[in-house]
């Protein structure tokens, strides 16, 4: 097993690990994302530190077998911190030889490849393209390899409860979650529980599962001494009191619109059409109508910013989400609202682009886009998550600037963190401050002016209804202070300038240094959801004694004020990015500072060590 | 009109005016919808502030503008999305959305039937020149065949949609006709008003500038009696002074102009409108000009439940009984407890 791994030499359990990667994988149909989830919960409850990347194909039931329909999880738990899913596995559990082929590359040397050897038939070795078996012909040697006949051995498991051989079968994933169940030493009790409750419907598929996944289990137990298989103990992480659960970032990109909804005591109006990966907020948010929460699945993209639109101008959080392809068509839509200074957050879970690009797969290649991708100057501003639990909090701060500024708000997140998992500790929310909205609702002193400020330069919010303030808005340039129509070089002038200074003015927390000093040899600077293995990186080299810091950017637009003398502190910077230097650009432009690129645009995240290269390079 | 638009007021057309400069060319058919409409709202009762009219682009959507309620010149085709977010947020708004044949049917066709086909509460006045007038004349998707344009310099070869027509195929329970400059228009417009519902109203409306007197053939006063129908509810369906009206040839299934003579319609199987009935108003929207009369006034009229009070009603049923708790909510799900001595489910 994996150097951070040590085996277990006499005793029944392993000493201490750092960190353990183990990738499930296997044909779409196989149930992997399923166990992945599972396997997850076990870590949470085992208290290890866990982040988990979800790798599925774009295809719903690719062909059984076939090289793009690999499902794969992925999952990284340690006694401590983790930010990533990790580099490399150190356990590939390949339940075909598709999900071999694909994902074995990746695996550490001398890792652990766990196949089921039942499904490598000749027609099965055909389809992934394997002129031999892999699992024979020694192709495999630099890592270790356990076969087992996991199909044969799941069959009869569960003979007893007389199922047909496809319904027996599919408890496979089952017998293989059992089986890491006991490699990493974990309570089997709460996956019983949660099999006899998902199940609850028919008792005897139910105890099918459990009896596979005990049967998994029971075989690492007996077969422990023989071969490659051995048990491991991963300590808790250190982690603080009080109650956690695991995360999605579509979750916290929900919850966190609610909460944002609640503080600023709006109703919501959430517009949604769909596509991957952004549905999945559409979905959270349709359950939770007690929250004052309006869904409206729209006949297109554009249909669903512009009904959010037209639920601000009535007085709901007016909420629209998509992905690169649908952000474009909302463009238009985004200009009226920046027009007309109504408060609308738009959510991006970016994916691989450009076009179509690769729907599941993630990416960060819409800054350009989010920050720029207007006709006219049409500035907005720009918030980036960088993992699921941080989600929650942006979603909070978008809503707060979108009310407190009357602007759209773009919150971008990506495939990456819209899928994956991670434990968070449940906030209070009577720690949240409230932002309550005030609507205009009766002419002030001096006068009603449609697009008269205050001192953020906010115009007020007049809901329709509302005797006495009766007034008209539109997408043709507004007059100052009245918001007539007005065609005037002056006015067009004063009212871009406005439209400007009003997003330039807004309040963003000055950048901090996540890592490191301020001042030194080298800031890497990242975005998004690259925290995870930048962070690493940079802690692994200052381990090493290495003069470089981490700075993390939540702020795209507008930057906070402080950054530019930040970066100007350092000899050199790098901007790592799941793009062709989106960022780097921003930067560059923004202080003259001579940031270096530093990009990956595979559809999959950063590793640690492509980060710790880059860092090597730069400081050589 | 929506049950929940329960604030009447008293009101006169000059209550109803902005003071905005309209600018619209002279002699253009929407200065006398414009009046139609502000002549209409006073009759209906409703109160200003609780009117909002919407729109998209083009020569019809500057229309809010000149209207003394709340409005929203939005997007070029997109009018009924924003309308259906505000009817969604706010159902008690009396919505009405001004659009164009280029507006509604061809940027926005989307658009106007999914908000046809969900039934959202609210009037849609599709003005209807058959030509692109703020963009300088060219073509529209209800120009007839022919038409010479800018962009069309040896006439369009593409058929024209029926806005009427498109209308019902989307699902519409309210189908109207009429035209600008027509002393029936604030009737068909109250008619709208009252029915509950997606009001679909297709008006004829006179381009000066790019397409002159194009519905002059049926809207001129002369000869209007032979050549319009205008449409009673449960009177039969006569013209010309009563000498002809619309039957239906029983063998070939379709309507045709029979002569009645000494006013006896009835043995001419002059049918009796029934605005409920949706076969004979599929085929009134079909008729085709200069054969038959143009038909104007309610074609059809039979309410249904509307999206947005279906979506009020489901999001109460969806609530009830629980309570907005987000603390809780957030507790929910894979959660477990780190204690001193580990964690624990």
């Known amino acids: 097993m994996a150097s951070a791994v040590e085996d277990r030499a006499d005793n029944r359990q392993s000493p201490l690990s750092d960190a353990v990667v183990v990738r499930f994988a296997g044909d779409s149909g196989d149930g992997m994302q399923l166990t992945g989830g599972q396997f997850t919960l076990s870590s949470a409850l ?61 695996l550490k040397q001398g890792g652990l490849i766990i196949a089921d050897e039942g499904e490598f038939n000749d027609r099965n070795l055909a389809k992934a393209k394997y002129d031999a078996n892999p699992l024979e012909d020694g192709s495999l040697a630099k890592w270790q390899l356990l076969k087992l006949n996991i199909s044969q051995l799941t069959v009869e498991a569960v003979k007893q409860f007389g199922l047909g051989t496809k319904d027996a079968l599919r408890c496979k994933n089952m017998w293989t979650l059992g089986l890491a169940l006991w490699m990493f030493d974990r ?311 406005i439209r400007k200074d009003k997003i330039d003015g807004i309040k963003v927390p000055d950048q901090v240094v996540e890592l490191g000093a301020e001042g030194g040899k080298l800031a890497v600077v990242g975005w998004g959801s690259t925290f995870g293995p930048i962070h690493q990186a940079v802690r692994r080299k200052r381990a090493e004694g290495a003069d470089v810091s981490h700075i993390h950017i939540r702020h795209i637009w507008p930057l906070p004020a402080n950054l530019g003398e930040l970066l100007k502190s350092y000899d050199k910077v790098i901007v790592p990015e799941m793009n062709t230097g989106q960022l780097k650009t921003v930067l560059r432009d923004q202080y003259l500072v001579d940031a270096k690129p530093v990009n990956k645009v595979s559809g999959q995240p950063f590793t640690i060590a492509e980060i710790e290269a880059a860092i090597e390079e730069a400081l050589a | 009109m929506n049950e929940m638009t329960t604030i009447a007021r008293t009101t006169t057309l000059k209550d109803w005016e902005t003071d905005q400069e309209v600018r619209w060319c002279p002699g253009c058919g929407d200065y006398a919808i414009l009046k139609a409409v502000q002549r209409t709202m006073p009759e209906i009762g409703t109160a200003p502030e609780n009117t909002v009219f919407i729109s998209g682009i083009g020569c019809s959507s500057r229309f809010p503008y000149y209207m003394e309620t709340y409005g929203f010149h939005t997007i070029h085709g997109r009018a009924p999305a924003f309308a259906t977010g505000l009817k969604l ?175 006896d319609w009835q043995s001419a199987g002059v049918i009796v409108h029934d605005v409920t009935n949706r076969s004979v108003a599929h085929m009134l929207v079909e008729m085709r000009f200069g054969e038959f009369p143009m038909a104007l006034g309610v074609l059809y009229d039979d309410p249904r439940p509307t999206f947005e009070a279906d979506v009020w009603r489901q999001n109460k049923a969806a609530s009830e009984g629980k309570k907005a708790d987000l603390q809780g909510l957030l507790k929910k799900g894979q959660t477990w407890t780190v204690t001193e001595s580990g964690p624990e489910l």
């Open chain 1, 46 to 106: 085992a208290g290890n530190d866990f982040a988990t990347f979800p790798d599925f194909p774009a295809e719903i039931r690719a062909p059984q077998g076939t090289l793009f329909g690999v499902s794969a999880f992925q999952i990284n738990f340690g006694s401590s911190a983790i930010d990533t899913a990790g580099d490399a596995p150190d356990v590939l559990v390949a339940m075909n030889p598709a999900a071999l082929k694909t994902n074995v590359p990746s």
């Open chain 1, 187 to 497: 309570d089997r009790q709460p996956l019983i529980d949660w099999l006899n409750g998902k199940f609850a419907k028919d008792p005897n598929l139910a105890a099918a599962n459990v009896a596979a996944l005990n049967a998994g289990h029971a075989y690492g137990e007996t077969a422990e001494l023989a071969g490659p298989l051995k048990q491991h103990h991963v300590d808790p992480a250190p982690a603080a009191p009080g109650l956690y659960r695991t995360l999605t970032g579509a979750e916290g990109i929900a919850l966190g619109l609610v909460a944002g909804a609640q503080l600023a005591k709006l109703p919501m109006f959430f517009g949604g059409y769909p596509i991957t990966p952004a549905s999945a907020i559409l979905h959270h948010l349709s359950r939770l109508k007690e929250y004052d929460v309006t869904t409206f699945q729209a006949e297109d993209e554009i249909a669903a910013i512009c009904s959010a639109i037209g639920a601000s101008y009535g007085g709901s959080l007016g909420v629209t989400s998509s992905s690169g392809p649908g952000i474009a068509l909302k463009g238009e839509a985004m200009g009226l609202a920046i027009m007309t200074e109504l408060p609308l957050v738009i959510v991006n879970s970016q994916r691989g682009g450009p076009s179509t690009g690769l729907p599941t797969k993630t990416e960060q290649s819409d800054l350009y886009q989010a920050v720029y991708g207007r006709n006219g100057d049409a500035p907005l501003p720009v918030i980036a998550a960088r993992s699921p639990g941080d989600a929650f909090d942006c979603a909070i701060e978008a809503v707060r600037i979108a009310v407190q500024y009357m602007t759209p708000v773009m919150l971008l997140t990506d495939g990456y963190i819209a899928n994956a998992a991670e434990p968070w500790a449940v906030p209070d929310l009577t720690t949240y401050e409230a932002f309550s909205v005030e609507f205009l609702t009766e002419v002030p002193e001096g006068g009603f002016k449609p697009y008269g400020r205050d001192e953020n330069l906010k115009r007020p919010w007049v809901k329709p209804g509302t005797p006495g303030l009766l007034h008209r808005i539109g997408g043709i340039e507004k007059e100052l202070d009245t918001g007539h129509i007005n065609y005037e070089a002056s006015n067009h002038q004063a009212m871009t300038d």
């Open chain 2, 89 to 263: 947020a706010n159902p008690g708004l009396d919505i009405w959305i001004v659009t164009g044949d280029g507006d509604g049917l061809s940027i926005g066709g989307n658009h106007t039937m999914h908000l046809i086909r969900r039934n959202l509460d609210c009037q849609i006045m599709l003005f209807n020149n058959e030509i692109y007038g703020l963009t300088k004349g060219q073509y529209s998707p209800t120009s007839r065949v022919g038409t010479s344009s800018p962009s069309t310099p040896y006439g369009s070869v593409d058929r024209p949609a029926q806005p009427a027509a498109f209308a019902l195929g989307a699902g519409a329970r309210f189908v109207a006709r009429g035209f600008d400059v027509s002393k029936k228009l604030p009737e068909v417009l109250k008619a709208a008003h009252a029915h509950k519902g997606a009001a679909f109203i297709e008006i004829f409306q006179n381009c000066i500038v790019y397409n002159k007197d194009v519905f002059e053939d049926f809207a001129a006063p002369k000869g209007a009696e032979d050549r319009q129908l205008w449409l009673e509810n449960g009177e039969p369906m006569l013209f010309a002074k009563g000498t002809k009206g619309i039957a239906l040839d029983s063998v070939e299934l379709h309507l045709k102009v029979v002569d009645v003579v000494d006013g």
